[in-house]
């Protein structure tokens, strides 16, 4: 059964054969931002350009940037896509000595004035002119923005003597060979998955590894959460486990991060894994140690990897001891309250030292080799932005980021209320509002008829406290990215709401059965 519900994951995570739409959606931006960081680092680690101590970044070359191979998400295939009109074939001119490259990072390093073309016959002319075609303000082409390079010479380039653009070679005004494209590391994060994918870019192409990288990211995922609901099954009960197994199966959200190179995943809910782990076994001296150590280890990976949603994969670390301190004050249940509050405690500093030895090896590459100058400027550049964005000049952002700046807590929270998909695979999302207020009506009415159901209270506001975590402490990001940062609600929130719901209405029949079977 185990194993039918780890295979059953992976196959949703990986084919997604719920949500097409949105998916696509969702890929088509992935491939042009975050996933084309994790395919980049991979291309300039199969072209050995990548000598920055970063694992993720753009690579650029004369087929365009990243963003340009069609979709990163799937396959990776180096296509130059080529202008063809009045004025040119395949990019070449028909009227003069010009030709037409993508105009990128790296050709515009490449192709300078004073710089050589070498052909296939063997000439060489030099670079008289480069400027971006076409020529008129306001018009970059159908395609992008080219260059035009236009070499010395009057005759035309034509193919059967000088070859196809790909087979031109450009060098330096001291003879150097360009090499074949140009890396732009990601300096926002250390990227330890691009490094980890480029130790495979020697044994796997490019195709390959894109797929067993994905499938491996939705195995791991599939592990962790089967993981996580059978340990909320034995601590908690069957229904809670189950109401987790089947957010986490039909969630669009979890499974549309579920294979990227780039978020891996399974990262986020790790530290929840292992904190339910640790407090079923708290009386365990050994097995509490191995967790402090694990959840450190857990913590900083994940922070290596990225510091998106670092809040949430914190708070989902310890998310399940703070319910049981609350419930432990409510029992008044000194002896096992101390002992919560001491294991949440050494958990919480692991957690913490985790994440500063990540940090200090991102300022050890941020500032070359000067901890303090590398952690200011993540400070001022990386952390501020996607917080309150303190500090920032109001003249370095767009539009949308002095909106982030302006809105309110509240604002960003709401429009984390207004779900564009299924909340799960036939829960509308419009149903989030009173999905996510009707347990608070359950609890008021459990306390009018005197019901004692303090665990409903303590699941909804630790969850809510968890999920909304980032909404709060990573506002600008979350009111920028309303792409992504909708799956934070399913680091507890939309579970415990949807368990909450259907356990009061299993206690309100098995209710009125016993008061049938009374009279």
């Known amino acids: 059964m185990y194993i039918f519900s780890i295979l059953l994951l992976v196959f949703t995570f990986y084919k997604n054969p719920f949500d097409k739409i949105n998916d696509e959606e969702f890929r088509e931006f992935n ?38 191979w069609g979709n990163s998400w799937n396959t990776y295939n180096k296509v130059m896509i080529k202008i063809n009109n009045d004025e040119y074939t395949d990019s070449i001119s028909n009227k003069t000595s010009a030709f037409l490259i993508p105009q990128n990072d790296y050709t515009n390093n490449k192709y300078q004035v004073g710089n050589k073309v070498t052909f296939i016959n063997g000439e060489s002319r030099t670079i008289t002119s480069v400027k971006e075609y076409p020529d008129k303000i306001g018009e970059v082409g159908e395609y992008g923005i080219y260059l035009e390079v236009t070499v010395e010479g009057d005759d035309l ?11 031109y070679v450009v060098t330096d005004k001291k003879g150097n060979v360009y090499p074949g494209g140009a890396f732009k590391e990601y300096v926002s994060q250390v990227g330890l998955q691009g490094k980890i994918y480029s130790i495979f870019a020697d044994i796997f192409n490019y195709n390959n590894e894109v797929k067993i990288i994905r499938i491996t990211n939705c195995i791991f995922l599939a592990i962790i959460l089967i993981g996580i ?72 990976l994940k922070s290596l990897c990225g510091y998106e949603y670092i809040t949430n994969v914190m708070l989902g670390g310890i998310e399940f001891f703070l319910i049981e301190i609350i419930l432990a004050m409510f029992k008044k249940d000194r002896k096992k309250l101390l002992s919560l509050l001491k294991t949440t405690f050494f958990l919480g500093i692991s957690s913490i030292v985790g994440f500063m030895l990540a940090l200090t090896v991102h300022s050890i590459l941020r500032g070359n080799g000067d901890i303090i100058t590398g952690l200011v400027r ?7 932005r996607r917080t309150f964005s303190i500090g920032i000049q ?83 990001h979350s009111y920028i990215h309303t792409s992504l940062n909708f799956v934070m609600w399913y680091f507890g929130f939309v579970q415990f709401c949807i368990y909450i719901i259907i356990k009061q209405f299993i206690n309100i029949m098995y209710e009125r059965k016993e008061s049938m079977g009374s009279n």
């Open 31 to 68: 491939s042009s931002n975050s996933e084309a960081l994790a395919v980049g680092g991979f291309i300039a680690a199969e072209n050995n350009e990548n000598e920055t101590g970063y694992g993720l970044g753009y690579w650029y070359d004369e087929s365009g940037g990243v963003w340009d």
């Open 157 to 167: 380039l034509e193919v059967s003597m000088y070859g196809n653009i790909e087979d």
């Open 229 to 300: 609901c059978l340990l909320i099954s034995q601590k908690y009960n069957q229904l809670l486990g189950t109401v987790f197994f089947i957010v986490f199966w039909l969630s669009p959200w979890i499974i549309k991060f579920a294979p990227s190179m780039y978020w891996v995943e399974f990262l986020w809910f790790l530290p929840m894994l292992i904190g339910l782990y640790c407090l079923i076994n708290i009386d365990k001296k050994r097995t509490r140690i191995v967790c402090y150590i694990f959840i450190g280890l857990a913590i900083m």
């Open 378 to 384: 993540i400070i001022k550049e990386d952390a501020m």
């Open 394 to 476: 109001n003249s370095a952002l767009n539009d949308i980021a002095l909106e982030s700046i302006e809105a309110s807590v509240v604002s960003v929270v709401i429009k984390y209320c207004n779900f564009s998909t299924d909340i799960i695979l036939g829960i509308p999302g419009n149903l989030f509002n009173l999905i996510s207020f009707m347990p608070i009506f359950i609890c008021v009415y459990n306390f009018y008829k005197r019901r004692k159901t303090n665990n409903f209270v303590v699941f909804y506001f630790v969850s809510l406290l968890v999920s909304a975590s980032w909404f709060i402490l990573g506002k600008g």
